[in-house]
């Protein structure tokens, strides 16, 4: 549950530099979230299967 509390700060980071104009940091932050919403996903499909 860490990694998906994670990837949604970094979320709501990349929104609010977003509106604050630091575009670099926005999608570096996006970039962050996106890989640990895969990894949370991948994980939780390995243990549904085990």
Same mark, same amino acid.
């Given at each position: 549950? $860490?990694? @998906?509390?994670?990837? *949604?700060? +970094?979320? #709501?980071?990349? *929104?609010?530099?977003? #509106?604050? =104009? $630091? =575009?670099? #940091? $926005?999608? @570096? ?7 640990? &919403?895969?990894? +949370? @996903?991948?994980?939780? *499909?390995?243990? +549904? &299967?085990?």
């Amino acid at each position: 549950m $860490a990694i @998906l509390e994670l990837a *949604i700060a +970094f979320f #709501v980071l990349a *929104i609010i530099a977003g #509106v604050m =104009g $630091a =575009g670099g #940091v $926005a999608g @570096l932050s996006m970039d962050i979230a996106k890989w640990l &919403v895969i990894v +949370f @996903l991948v994980l939780a *499909i390995i243990s +549904f &299967v085990l």
